[in-house]
């Protein structure tokens, strides 16, 4: 069976970011505004007042400390508190894809590959700003690619299944180059009025080229060994706005933001992951004393540090398990992405390594990755 390889990786950050103090003095005045504005009710037992968040209780639970966001406008605005933007006409390509390009040229700069050279483009994020025409299919126009295109949409795993998907699409000859692109625009879900979740994720976008090893050239590539995909249904990590929404007499307010039950998703979902890449890892014949690197799905620092206990039987050193999240915040698909990307270097060839991204669905992508000498060594 033909091998398969990463050879390139990008990723596009946004210019602004906002730190924990800044969200935290934001979400505060907003709790201090609605607490006096609805102090009869609350004094009466008819609404329950709401607290304060703190930097220390964000950082404590997750890990993050800023993240990096398209628009930084009417997010800290207490009366407003979402991203503000202008709506795009059809003639101006989406945020999706102008992140998308940017981080394309760079994988494909790193993998050597030109637009000539490309005949797939997967589209994989938690999020689409539009159902059609598909987001890949612009961006094959703007890049100049032939071939096809199309998205696709596995939540917090569509990375790694996209990456499965190309991987599988060379190995049954519909294509021999592929782009793999995860433009994930995760601000406008966030509910910045939720002490639960109002810090959780980033903007953020990233790319990689996936090809057959005999046509590889780049001298930083990673063989792909093998992959696990799994999926079982939660009703634990949910955001259900959809076409039908306007239809309804009574719309619900929260239905377009994202929302989760953590502590079920931690119980439940992280033993999962712990199974299929130990299950995979048995199938390729690679034990935990061989991984050099375990690049996993960034969202939630004691997520991470749980499952990469769990697959080395050890406390992680910091540069086996690299974290971004702290940076980043969580950046649903493309999390593990910008750990693999920032963190590809410093191994051998021959090395092993783990490439694991988990989330809603459940879903639960692994590939098992080797380091390929350079090209020409």
Known sequence: MKNIVISGSGVFTPADSISNEELVASFNQYVDNFNQQHAAEIERGELEALGHSSCEFIEKASGIKSRHVLYKEGILDPAVMHPVFPRRGEDQAPEMVEMALIAAKEAMAEAGKTASDIDLIICAASNMQRPYPALSVELQQQLGVTG?????????????????????????????????????????????????????????????????????????????????????????????????????????????????????????????????????????????????????????????????????????????????????????SAGSIIAFHQHKTGLQAGDKAILCSFGAGYSIGCLVLEQLAAAGA
């Open 148 to 332: 096809y295109a199309f998205d696709m949409n596995v939540a917090c795993s569509s990375a790694t299944f996209a990456i499965s998907n190309a991987a599988n699409a060379i190995r049954g000859g519909t294509a021999k180059v592929v782009l793999v692109v995860n433009p994930e625009f995760a601000s406008p879900q966030v509910n910045y009025r939720s002490r639960d979740s109002h810090f959780i994720f980033g903007d953020v976008c990233t790319a990689t080229i996936i090809e057959a090893e005999d046509t590889c050239s780049s001298p930083l590539a990673f063989r792909i060994l093998g992959m696990r995909l799994k999926t079982e249904f939660s009703n634990n990590i949910r955001c259900d706005i959809g076409y039908t929404e306007h239809c309804f007499a009574s719309p619900e307010p929260e239905i377009a933001f994202f929302r989760q039950q953590g502590r079920k998703v931690f119980k439940e979902l992280l033993p999962l992951v712990a199974d299929v890449i130990a299950t995979e890892m048995a199938a390729q014949q690679v034990t935990p004393e061989q991984l050099k690197r375990l690049w996993l799905h960034q969202a939630n620092i004691n997520m991470n540090i749980f499952a990469a206990k769990k697959i080395l039987g050890r406390d992680p050193l910091p540069e086996e398990a690299p974290l971004v999240l702290d940076r980043y915040a969580n950046t649903a």
